[in-house]
């Protein structure tokens, strides 16, 4: 799977449209999702990781982590020994949008556009709260921000693997590489 949105649209096809429409949003949206028709959208994100939660930072990057639970559907087909996973959470608030939205500010439409495939004006209206942000800025942000990916999905923290969020950044950076070694 290369793109969040065809790891999405994996986890759709997994449960069905029927029964992702039952944990939210509406089932003709899903199917269409499901198909490619339209975009998957951080609204569907949320969805899939309050379904199935130990699959977040899959789904927002790729990667996975056993050891703290952090998995992807290949990786738990594959025959082997259980383990306790550790996962710090962070009580979160707030869906994957409103986690993404203060980066995509911070950053501005205009450099993230020139980052990634979506065009200045998307971004610009994303960040307006005119359209949905979809997996493809997502992406975008992830790929900018990778030690974001597993807080922007699913409000989880585990700093042993480097998956914080901002906060969680600025308040333990040490001095040094806070402001250059003055400190």
Same mark, same amino acid.
């Given at each position: 799977m290369t793109t969040s949105a065809d790891r999405a649209r994996l986890l759709i096809k997994k449960i069905g449209p029927k029964k992702a429409s039952n944990y939210g949003g509406d089932y003709e949206r899903w199917r269409s999702v499901s198909k490619g028709a339209v975009r998957v959208s951080t609204e569907e994100i949320d969805v899939l990781v309050n379904i199935f939660p130990k699959y977040a930072l899959w789904l927002a990057s790729g990667r996975i982590a056993p050891?703290?639970?952090? !998995?992807?559907?290949?990786?738990?087909?594959? +025959?082997?020994? +259980?383990?306790? +996973?550790?996962?710090?959470?962070?009580?979160? !608030?707030?869906? !994957?949008?409103?986690?993404?939205? +203060?980066?995509?500010?911070?950053?501005?439409? /205009? /450099?993230l556009s020139q980052l990634g495939e979506p065009n200045y004006e998307r971004w610009r209206n994303i960040s307006k709260g005119a359209i949905r942000m979809s997996t493809e800025e997502l992406g975008v942000l992830v790929k900018v921000f990778p030690q974001y990916a597993l807080w922007l999905v699913s409000g989880q923290i585990v700093p042993e693997i480097m998956q914080l969020r901002p906060e969680y950044n600025e308040a333990h950076l040490e001095p040094s590489e806070h402001d250059g070694g003055r400190g």
């Open positions: 050891e703290i639970g952090q !998995t992807s559907p290949e990786y738990d087909e594959a +025959p082997r020994e +259980p383990s306790e +996973p550790v996962v710090r959470q962070h009580e979160s !608030t707030g869906s !994957t949008r409103d986690r993404a939205l +203060p980066l995509l500010r911070m950053m501005g439409p /205009k /450099k």
